[in-house]
């Protein structure tokens, strides 16, 4: 069993910045691609950036040059620093990682509860 466990969401002005963060906890043997996703009202849910784990980083049109993504793989955690943020980065925002519990399993996809960004003046 693994959990993830998202922090950082809040409601900040227009411009602003905030910083989510993920830990990854319980049986982890290896974690692979640990990603950001994101889900505004009505619409589905979204890749916002992929962190891998051989340290390539990758990032929806929508983002980039604001959004930064960067892991700890001490923590088995990952950033996201969210700059310059607009309205419609107004979202629930989700980490996601791929896991290996054992040597012998296979990877499995771990998903976080979801942590809300809201971005009004």
């Known amino acids: 069993q693994v959990q993830l466990v998202e922090s950082g969401g809040g409601l900040v002005q227009p411009g602003g910045s905030l910083r989510l963060s993920c830990a990854a906890s319980?049986?982890?043997?290896?974690?692979?691609?640990m990603d950001w996703y994101r889900q505004a009202p009505g619409k589905s849910r979204e890749l916002v950036a992929v962190s891998t784990s051989g340290g390539s980083t990758n990032y929806a049109d929508s983002v980039k040059g604001r959004f930064i993504i960067s892991r700890d793989n001490a923590k088995n955690t990952v950033y996201l620093q969210m700059n310059s943020l607009k309205p419609e980065d107004t979202a629930v925002y989700y980490c996601?990682?791929?896991?290996?519990?054992?040597?012998?399993?296979?990877?499995?996809?771990?998903w976080g509860q979801g942590t809300q960004v809201t971005v009004s003046s």
């Open positions: 996601r990682a791929e896991v290996k519990s054992d040597y012998e399993s296979p990877y499995f996809g771990s």
């Open positions: 319980g049986r982890i043997f290896r974690l692979n691609a």
